[in-house]
Structures are given as C-alpha cells and as structure tokens.
C-alpha cells in the first residue's frame, strides 16, 4: 500500500515505520501493520513469525587420550552434521569421526535440521603426553655382580614400572631393581603413569667376557700366535698365560706358541673393574 506504516509490537522489529521491517523474535509472534493513507483513512493487517526449535545436538562428553592415540567422537542428533576444525578429524560430515589431535583440542558441531535451523555444541579432547622414561646409562660389569638400574628418576610422579627380562632381577616392578645377569642383557623397562600413558626405555649391561680361542693344529717346530681378544670389559686389561712352556711371554694380549707337544693353554684377562675371565 500507499502511505506510513505502523508495526507492533515494534521491540523484535529492525524498524516500526518501514514497509518490510527485519524481524528477530525468539518466540512465536504475531505482528500487526497499520497502514495511514494521504487521506488520513487507516487499515490493517497482521503476520505472524513462527519460532522452530532449535534442533537437538549432543557433542558428547569431553575426552581424554594418551598422545599418539586418537578419540572416537560420538554426537547426538538428528540431521546434517558439521566438525570443526577438521584437519586432525577423520571426517566432518558425519555423527562419529575419529579425532587425531597431537595437541589438547575443542571440536565443534553443527546440526543443521531440515526446516534449515542450527545448532551445535562443543568437547574438548585432551592429550595427556608419555611418561618420560630413563632406564639409566649402558654399564659394564663382572658376571654375577649386582648392578643398580634406572635413572635419578627412572621417571617422575606416581607411575606403574615393569622391567623385563625378569630372570636376572630382583624387584621387576620397582624403579630401580638390582641386575645380576652373567651374560650381557638388554633390560627394557615399561612406565604406566596416572592416566594409563604408557612408555619404555632400555638399558643395557655389558657382562666382561673374550673371544673364543679355537684350537688348531700345527707342525712341530712351527710358532702359532695365540690372541686374547676382549668382546666388552673396561680397559686397561692384564693378561696371564698358563702353562708358561713354548710361550714367548704370559702377559701379553697376543702371545708366541711354539710347543713340543700338544698343549692347552689358559688365559685369564682382568679389566679395570677387576672383572676375570679365563
């Protein structure tokens, strides 16, 4: 029509004079227009704005994941669903994507209706880090000597530790057991803390020993080097050749064998842990 316009109630409308006022209201409303002519003569009319509810959505409670693992999303809701921010998501379309977050993260979902209406809600998954683990230095020992593991502190806080192999030690489940292997071990040690995270370090502990001298065959009168290699141990090493008859010396990592007659011989290596091998 033609003239000034009147709408009521006028407090959810963008203008209460204009032709075709923007209307906000949060609830079901009734508008009425009065139209006033050159003439002064009135008529009126009426509109009303029907409110939809909103449609239900239910991101689902917020999660908690060790790092490296991944969340499984779970929303509720009828509709077209919409994950944001997507990238660590295995999808953003539907109900239940996969969440790979390496950082602590708050995923948003929208649920649009099929009246067009929207609403969303909100979790948060929060990555707790691994235990930091520290199984102690590699050492060299004699075979049969207790040796201390683990770190100062193997880790920190109230955690959960489990050593293996257990064969050779004494409190497998403490951070520190006592090592008495009698051949070189590797020791894995596994660290569970509060929130079920999970990580493991190694350490390993050389056991003194020397390469295996085989024995030979050779001709009267002929000289054969016999050698002592040492396979771990901590240097300076001493050597003592028994018998002494047909050697060139007993002390030597590497000596002269001339023998008469078939002979065996016995080399006993000490390091400087004063750890014996023969």
Do not use: E, R
């Not at 040690?189 to 024995?215: E, L, R």
């Not at 009267?220 to 050597?239: E, M, Q, V």
Request: net charge positive; aromatic share 8%.
């Amino acid at each position: 029509g033609t003239g000034s316009f009147t709408w009521t109630p006028a407090s959810t409308l963008s203008s209460s004079s204009n032709q075709s006022p923007y209307s906000k209201p949060k609830i079901t409303t009734k508008y009425f227009v009065t139209l006033t002519d050159a003439n002064g003569c009135t008529n009126k009319d009426s509109v009303t704005v029907n409110i939809l509810p909103a449609p239900f959505i239910d991101a689902g409670p917020n999660k908690s994941v060790c790092a490296g693992f991944a969340a499984q999303l779970n929303a509720n809701g009828k509709g077209a669903f919409l994950w944001t921010p997507g990238a660590t998501l295995s999808s953003t379309i539907i109900p239940n994507p996969v969440a790979s977050p390496i950082v602590t993260t708050k995923y948003y979902v929208t649920l649009t209706d099929s009246n067009n209406c929207k609403n969303n809600d909100s979790l948060v998954v929060t990555i707790n880090q691994k235990p930091i683990v520290n199984a102690g230095k590699d050492t060299i020992a004699c075979a049969n000597t207790p040796v201390t593991l683990g770190g100062n502190p193997t880790s920190a806080g109230t955690n959960a530790y489990q050593w293996t192999p257990p064969a050779s030690l004494s409190g497998g489940s403490a951070p520190n057991p006592v090592a008495t292997p009698s051949v070189t071990t590797a020791y894995i040690v596994g660290v569970t803390d509060m929130n079920g995270c999970k990580n493991n370090d190694t350490v390993t502990v050389h056991i003194f020993s020397i390469q295996p001298i085989k024995d030979t065959v050779f001709c009267s009168g002929d000289t054969i080097i016999l050698n002592a290699s040492t396979l771990s141990g901590k240097s300076p090493y001493t050597y003592s050749w028994l018998p002494s008859i047909g050697l060139n010396n007993t002390t030597g990592m590497n000596v002269k064998a001339s023998p008469t007659a078939a002979t065996t011989y016995t080399v006993t290596v000490t390091d400087n842990n004063v750890c014996k091998v023969s």
